[in-house]
Every structure is written in structure tokens, then in C-alpha cells.
Nanobody, 121 residues
């Protein structure tokens, strides 16, 4: 079982920045690929970025060069603790969505509750 808790969302003006955090707890977290997804009203949930425990990253084309995902594999083992971050720069209204933290390995797929990001003047 993996527990994910997001924080850091809010209202920001176009061109501004936000940093999202995801606190992960559970067994053998280093085995999981972690990622950020987002869902805007009326749209399907979409990939934003993923990161492995080794630090390999993957980004959606729409956020490349503006967003940076990072991961801190603080505590390993059966009571592991990880942090994952999403630094978002040069935000536009199109980035407005609920952002979700995800941890995935094979058929195991865990989600956080989401955090709202609103980009508006």
C-alpha cells in the first residue's frame, strides 16, 4: 500500500511559478515510477511528468522547458518515505487543472487526492 498526499496548489498569475509537493509513504517506494498528472474540467486526465527512483524523467511536450520534476528517496524499505516535487514556471491559463500525484509499478497504481492549480489574472 502506498499513500500519496499532494500540496502546494493555488492561484497564480500568468507567467508565475508554483511548486507542488507529493509526500509518499509505503513499502519499497524505490520500485515505483512516480509521476504528476493533471485533469482540467471537461478533459481527460493527462500525463505531466514522470520520474524513476534513479532520476530518469519524462515530460509531456506541453510542459517541456517550463516544468521540472524531482524526487527525494529519503527513506527506503518497508516504511519508506519519499518526496516528489513539480516546479512549474512560466505558467499559462492552459495549465489550470487539478494536479495528481501517482505511483505505479506493473498492475499497482496509486493516486493522491489532487491539488488545484489555477492560473488567472
Amino acid at each position: 500500500q502506498v499513500r500519496l498526499v499532494e500540496s502546494g496548489g493555488g492561484l497564480v498569475q500568468p507567467g508565475g511559478s508554483l511548486r507542488l509537493s507529493c509526500a509518499a509513504s509505503g513499502r519499497r517506494l524505490s520500485m515505483y515510477v512516480m509521476g504528476w498528472y493533471r485533469q482540467a474540467p471537461g478533459n481527460q486526465r493527462e500525463l505531466v511528468a514522470t520520474i524513476t527512483s534513479a532520476g530518469s524523467t519524462n515530460y509531456a511536450e506541453s510542459v517541456k522547458g517550463r516544468f521540472t520534476v524531482s524526487r527525494d528517496n529519503a527513506v527506503s524499505g518497508d516504511n519508506g518515505r519519499n518526496m516528489m516535487y513539480l516546479q512549474m514556471n512560466s505558467l499559462t491559463p492552459e495549465d489550470t487543472a487539478v494536479y495528481y500525484c501517482n505511483a505505479k509499478i506493473m498492475s499497482l497504481d496509486y493516486w493522491g487526492q489532487g491539488t488545484q492549480v489555477t492560473v488567472s489574472s
